[in-house]
């Protein structure tokens, strides 16, 4: 076979080796110009076996960032399109719960709020687990709610939960407009410390992100995962320092619970940046970013290896 | 010549079950700690053992009954499925046409789904907006192209869809049945498309259930038969094969009564072709005398029976029908055995496949004794040379009556002197 490329697009090609348990190895190359009669493209070739995270995937994976972004937006623009408040909504959600939680929790129940407003310090905490919440619930959805795409088209697969993550972001900067002026009225200034915001924000979507290619992939082959989502999303609610704050935790374990749980972390910086005006903690941050990463390539894998039987269960 | 698509020994098998709950997979551990004999799933074996190869630039026709295996068959070779067993190997971009609405998302508008499949199909955004124009007007939706595609009706879902498929610069184009649902003028644009395509040496594979479509476009054909690779080859041979399964399939069904009405009075028993010496055959000539034969068994007195036979090729409604309603010559009574003959002195059709249509009526024309249904296929056969490859690629969505005509010229009278 030549190994002349032509044609732009997509021209990969994969060397299978047919042993007991095929593998895909790699090599795969974008094709270089245009003439479509011009040259011998190079075979994709698909063997049987479980599928598996591999170079040629991944390379495949960045010709198709178009799509990505193409599913990103395409879903932004869905879900604004028959909604009469439009982006209201993702004001509307953090609000109404932090006022709600200041009013039973705050006022009374008494939760301490670190010396700070209760409103201010729930606001800063449901901003933060309100994206993280509709950007796992979302993307743990995605490929269910997709399921004619997955039986029609090729696509990688993965995809799809990252760009419904990354439509979340589009809610989350209402959000953070909201917290930012709300700091505001309580007199609290903007500080150089909100440099630190994007790094918190990739915390959450890593971890959302780990977390939506496990249950996504799951709830293509048990779709009970339908049902227990919106009740793990509420315990995850109440096992991040969201309605308390993390000081509430015993100060040997504060910093363990923070890296586990990368929302508590995320919330805790946010936190600290808004309401503090101070940077957030090192240590817990770069911890839990380094965990949430592990739990992404982990959820990677798991969903790759499953990613083949999608389009027959979806 | 190089290979476009190969498949390898390639299965595919399914669950049974269409969903998988968790207390399923909890039962089969159970049964496995108490070592019982887990509960079986019954397996579909879509595909089971495949192999062919379809060269780069060859118009290729996936043919076989419902549940064959066919629209498997493309799943795997887009990779939207993967198989159970062996290797499936592919070269260049694909364009898939499979089912109507393929890619598009109903809530986006016409113009957003063409710039997303676009770019599922690996085209920048460049690419797309240079082709853009050519897309629309393919397709010839007009104003609703700003719409979203949840309000287009299905014809226009399904010319959007394939004006996208065939127009974002496929290496190997699979269409699946679609074009069977546009009106006769989408399906006439399409098949120019499709051999335009295959001209420029692009890959074709077509699956459908329209034969005569097969047999004009297609070069090669391969029939599948229950998951399996039946026959491959060229594509008249093989539609051949296939009509000679189908008939041996119906008779088989008429053997087993299921075509008739529960409690009707009459059966028809089997259904024959003929030629004019009474020999059975598949494949008969334009320009003879042609027999449908019906076998009945009346189990009782049946009063002026209206039999009417009629001719299509696959297309919606017959062409053609001999209905003793119209002539009036339903026999005074039937009873017990026998045959009825229509026969026609010439059958002047193009070379295709054609479906027999049968029906029995009560005396007054009322009530369906035997349900419009239909009864046998064959094709007609004529010297191909003498049509021109050429009119029989094009002729898909025309009428297949051939009536005797002529042609005369006459040069117009010149302007000047």
């Given at each position: 076979m030549g190994r002349r490329y032509a044609r732009r697009g997509l021209g990969l090609l994969f060397e299978v080796q047919t042993a007991d348990r095929p593998m895909m190895s790699i090599s795969m190359r974008r094709r270089a110009?245009?003439?479509?009669?011009?040259g011998v493209k190079p075979f994709v070739e698909v063997a049987a076996g479980p599928g598996g995270i591999s170079i040629a995937g991944l390379q495949e994976f960045w010709v198709f960032r178009e799509?990505?972004?193409?599913?990103?937006?395409?879903?932004?623009?869905?879900?604004?399109?028959?909604?009469?408040?439009?982006?209201?909504?993702?004001?509307?959600?953090?609000?109404?719960?932090?006022?709600?939680?200041?009013?039973?929790?705050?006022?009374?129940?008494?939760?301490?709020?670190?010396?700070?407003p209760y409103l201010l310090f729930a606001l800063a905490g449901l901003v933060a687990w309100t994206f993280f919440s509709n950007a796992a619930g979302s993307a743990s959805e995605s490929l269910v709610s997709n399921q004619s795409l997955l039986r029609k088209v090729y696509f990688p697969r993965e995809v799809l939960p990252l760009a419904t993550v990354?439509?979340?972001?589009?809610?989350?900067?209402?959000?953070?407009?909201?917290?930012?002026?709300?700091?505001?009225?309580?007199?609290?200034?903007?500080?150089?410390?909100?440099?630190?915001?994007?790094?918190?924000?990739?915390?959450?979507?890593?971890?959302?992100?780990?977390?939506?290619?496990?249950?996504?992939?799951?709830?293509?082959?048990?779709?009970?995962?339908?049902?227990?989502?919106?009740?793990?999303?509420?315990?995850?609610?109440?096992?991040?320092?969201?309605?308390?704050?993390?000081?509430?935790?015993?100060?040997?374990?504060?910093?363990?619970?923070?890296?586990?749980?990368?929302?508590?972390?995320?919330?805790?910086?946010?936190?600290?940046?808004?309401?503090?005006?101070?940077?957030?903690?090192?240590?817990?941050?770069?911890?839990?970013?380094?965990?949430?990463?592990?739990?992404?390539?982990?959820?990677?894998?798991?969903?790759?290896?499953?990613?083949?039987?999608?389009?027959?269960?979806? | 010549m190089t290979t476009a698509i190969a498949f390898e020994d390639v299965s595919k098998h399914y669950r049974g079950a269409e969903y998988r709950m968790f207390r399923d997979d909890l039962s089969t551990a159970a049964a496995h700690l108490l070592r019982r004999a887990p509960p079986t799933h019954d397996v579909v074996r879509a595909l089971d053992g495949v192999s062919f190869e379809i060269p780069e630039g060859q118009s290729s026709a996936l043919i076989g009954l419902n549940g064959a295996g066919?629209?498997?068959?493309?799943?795997?070779?887009?990779?939207?499925?993967?198989?159970?067993?062996?290797?499936?190997?592919?070269?260049?971009?694909?364009?898939a046409l499979i089912e109507v609405g393929t890619g598009m998302h109903p809530e986006l508008t016409g113009r957003e789904n063409v710039q997303l499949y676009g770019r599922i199909l690996g085209l920048s955004r460049r690419d797309i907006n240079e082709r853009f124009d050519r897309i629309v007007e393919?397709?010839?939706?007009?104003?609703?192209?700003?719409?979203?595609?949840k309000q287009f009706s299905s014809g226009m879902q399904l010319r959007l869809g394939f004006a996208l498929a065939s127009h974002l610069e496929p290496d190997i184009l699979l269409v699946d049945e679609a074009i069977a649902v546009g009106d006769a003028g989408f399906q006439f644009r399409c098949v120019a498309r499709m051999s335009e395509l295959v001209r420029e040496g692009r890959t074709l594979i077509l699956v459908s259930h329209n034969l005569s479509a097969i047999e004009t476009l297609c070069q090669n054909a391969i029939l599948l038969r229950a998951g399996r690779v039946a026959a491959d080859g060229n594509a008249r041979d093989v539609v051949?094969?296939?009509?000679?399964?189908?008939?041996?399939?119906?008779?088989?069904?008429?053997?087993?009564?299921?075509?008739?009405?529960?409690?009707?009075?009459?059966?028809?028993?089997?259904?024959?072709?003929?030629?004019?010496?009474?020999?059975?055959?598949?494949?008969?000539?334009?320009?003879?005398?042609?027999?449908?034969?019906?076998?009945?068994?009346a189990h009782e007195r049946i009063e002026r029976p209206i039999f009417s036979?009629?001719?299509?090729?696959?297309?919606?409604?017959?062409?053609?029908?001999?209905?003793?309603?119209?002539?009036?010559?339903?026999?005074?009574?039937?009873?017990?055995?026998?045959?009825?003959?229509?026969?026609?002195?010439?059958?002047?059709?193009?070379?295709?496949?054609?479906?027999?249509?049968?029906?029995?009526?009560?005396?007054?024309?009322?009530?369906?004794?035997?349900?419009?249904?239909?009864?046998?296929?064959?094709?007609?056969?004529d010297d191909l040379e003498a049509t021109g490859r050429g009119a029989a690629t094009h002729s898909m969505?025309?009428?297949?009556?051939?009536?005797?005509?002529?042609?005369?010229?006459?040069?117009?009278p010149s302007q000047g002197r």
């Open positions: 110009e245009t003439h479509p009669a011009a799509v990505l972004w193409g599913f990103a937006v395409r879903q932004v623009k869905i879900r604004y399109k028959q909604a009469v408040i439009g982006i209201g909504w993702a004001i509307l959600q953090p609000v109404v719960s932090a006022a709600l939680f200041t009013v039973v929790l705050g006022r009374l129940a008494s939760v301490a709020s670190e010396g700070k990354g439509a979340a972001l589009v809610d989350l900067v209402p959000g953070l407009v909201v917290l930012a002026v709300a700091a505001g009225l309580y007199g609290i200034a903007p500080s150089v410390a909100w440099l630190a915001i994007p790094l918190l924000i990739l915390v959450l979507v890593v971890f959302a992100s780990g977390f939506g290619f496990c249950l996504s992939a799951i709830n293509v082959y048990y779709r009970d995962v339908r049902y227990a989502l919106p009740f793990l999303l509420q315990l995850g609610l109440f096992a991040s320092p969201v309605v308390y704050s993390l000081q509430a935790v015993p100060g040997r374990w504060r910093e363990l619970y923070g890296i586990l749980n990368p929302a508590a972390a995320a919330i805790d910086g946010f936190r600290r940046v808004f309401v503090h005006r101070d940077w957030p903690d090192v240590s817990i941050t770069l911890g839990a970013l380094g965990w949430a990463s592990m739990l992404f390539v982990l959820g990677l894998v798991f969903f790759k290896r499953l990613e083949r039987g999608f389009a027959d269960r979806a | 066919k629209t498997t068959a493309l799943k795997l070779a887009t990779r939207i499925a993967y198989p159970t067993e062996g290797r499936i190997r592919v070269r260049g971009r694909v364009g393919f397709a010839d939706i007009g104003e609703a192209l700003d719409r979203p595609v051949r094969q296939y009509l000679q399964a189908v008939q041996v399939d119906l008779a088989a069904a008429q053997g087993r009564e299921s075509t008739v009405r529960q409690g009707s009075p009459l059966e028809l028993t089997k259904v024959t072709i003929l030629d004019r010496h009474g020999n059975e055959l598949d494949a008969v000539k334009p320009d003879e005398p042609t027999t449908v034969r019906a076998h009945y068994r036979v009629g001719l299509n090729d696959g297309q919606i409604g017959c062409f053609t029908v001999a209905s003793m309603l119209v002539d009036g010559q339903a026999p005074a009574v039937i009873e017990g055995e026998g045959h009825v003959d229509c026969t026609w002195p010439s059958l002047p059709l193009f070379p295709r496949s054609y479906w027999v249509w049968l029906s029995v009526r009560g005396a007054s024309g009322f009530g369906d004794i035997v349900d419009w249904q239909q009864v046998a296929v064959f094709s007609v056969v969505a025309d009428a297949p009556v051939k009536l005797p005509y002529t042609w005369r010229f006459s040069a117009a």
